[in-house]
């Protein structure tokens, strides 16, 4: 996966897209492309899967009409259909429609003790087929706002950073509620950092986008107020972070009463891998973000059940790997990312954007 920057000082979501469609044309072209054969070797038409779009579209233009500006502005100026940049973005939503949905790998740890600066890192595991490229964006949602994010060419954010001291991670989950035709969960990123202060602020947003997939948003901040926002159909929990400052998500519902419409892959390695991060959560703390990632990994480094690689046994739609490794600095506004697996952090180190 190939990493390229962007930074957007304008505060009009339509100059926005313009400017990315503009910029990236052919990788957002791409990326649509590719997420359209992925929905079809799922088993999804090219016709269900515009439908299935154009219905998240128009609910997120319901909920937050400029993102679907900035979405519309991007597909323009790209030369592509409208529906076909949406399908991007409502990704998770028309996944949920599938009938072999698949299945998504993250692990989130955050550290947010009281009294000092909190400490994150993810891994973001997906088809490194239908990421070719990815983006960082800088961009200036309102006057004297900026928000930093990681996310895929055509989808509104995912996980990302504002200059109010407020970060979002990202972990997709899956309930038997899931259907499609919500507002995607991508959005509700990506609008918590645009206008979210503190976590308070970013459960009411949360709480007022009806969606229809599920998904986990870790939210930290600078003061180090930190909870797991666990969003599905069936309704929004809120997983507080632990009186020992840690807070810790991989695939699976932590929240009891949704846990229990819990759906994820029978073959998931979600339980395994949360343990692992808490039998080496202990190690992490104070160290530098490429130290913090090694720690991540514990002593299985690239063998870690944390550090996923694709099975070339297996069609290249059920292959995923670790493409990025990334953690947030709330006080500074920042992403340490690196576009690979925790475990290469102490050899090639963790850029800053």
């Known amino acids: 996966m190939e ?11 339509r100059e926005r897209g ?27 038409p090219a016709d269900q899967v515009r439908d299935l779009a154009d219905r998240s579209h128009e609910a997120l233009r319901a909920w937050a009409p400029h993102l679907a500006e900035e979405s519309d502005a991007c597909a323009d100026a790209a030369g592509v259909e409208r529906w076909t940049v949406a399908a991007v973005g409502a990704r998770t939503e028309i996944l949920a429609a599938c009938p072999e949905p698949g299945r998504g790998e ?28 990815a983006l960082l964006h800088a961009l200036t949602p309102s006057e004297g706002r900026t928000v930093k994010l990681f996310t895929e060419f ?27 035709g919500g507002v995607p969960v991508h959005a509700v990123a990506r609008r918590i950092l645009d206008e979210a202060d503190a976590l308070d602020q970013a459960v009411e947003i949360a709480s007022t986008a009806r969606v ?3 998904t986990s948003l870790t939210v930290v901040t600078a003061d180090c107020s930190a909870a797991s926002l ?65 720690a991540f990994c514990g002593e299985g ?11 070339a046994h297996k069609p290249p739609h059920e292959q995923w790997g670790t493409l990025l ?29």
């Not at 052919?26 to 992925?38: D, F, I």
């Not at 989808?155 to 899956?174: D, E, Q, R, T, W």
């Not at 997983?239 to 949704?258: C, I, R």
Request: hydrophobic content about 45%.
């Open 3 to 13: 990493l390229h920057t962007l930074t957007t000082e304008t505060t009009d979501p």
């Open 18 to 44: 313009t400017l990315l469609g503009t910029r990236f044309g052919a990788r957002v072209r791409r990326v649509a492309e590719l997420y359209r054969e992925h929905f079809t070797v799922l088993g999804l």
């Open 106 to 133: 993250c692990s989130t740890a955050v550290f947010a003790p009281a009294g000092a600066a909190p400490q994150t890192v993810q891994t973001w595991d997906w088809h490194d087929l239908l990421v070719p490229d």
């Open 154 to 180: 055509g989808a509104p954010g995912k996980i990302g950073v504002n200059s109010a001291g407020l970060g979002v991670h990202f972990n997709i989950l899956f309930h038997a509620s899931d259907s499609a």
């Open 212 to 214: 229809s997939a599920s």
């Open 230 to 294: 666990e969003l599905s159909p069936a309704g929004l929990a809120v997983v507080p972070a632990g009186e020992d400052g840690w807070l810790l998500h991989t695939n699976h519902f932590l929240d009891t009463g949704l846990a229990a419409g819990d759906t994820g892959p029978a073959d998931s390695m979600t339980a395994e891998r949360l343990a692992h991060l808490r039998a080496v959560r202990a190690a992490m703390p104070g160290l530098s973000p490429a130290e913090r990632a090694r």
């Open 301 to 311: 480094g690239a063998d870690a059940v944390v550090c996923m690689r694709p099975d």
């Open 325 to 353: 490794t990334v953690g947030l600095d709330t006080v500074d506004c920042a992403i340490d990312y690196l576009a690979g697996a925790p475990h290469e952090a102490p050899a090639s180190g963790l850029a800053r954007f």
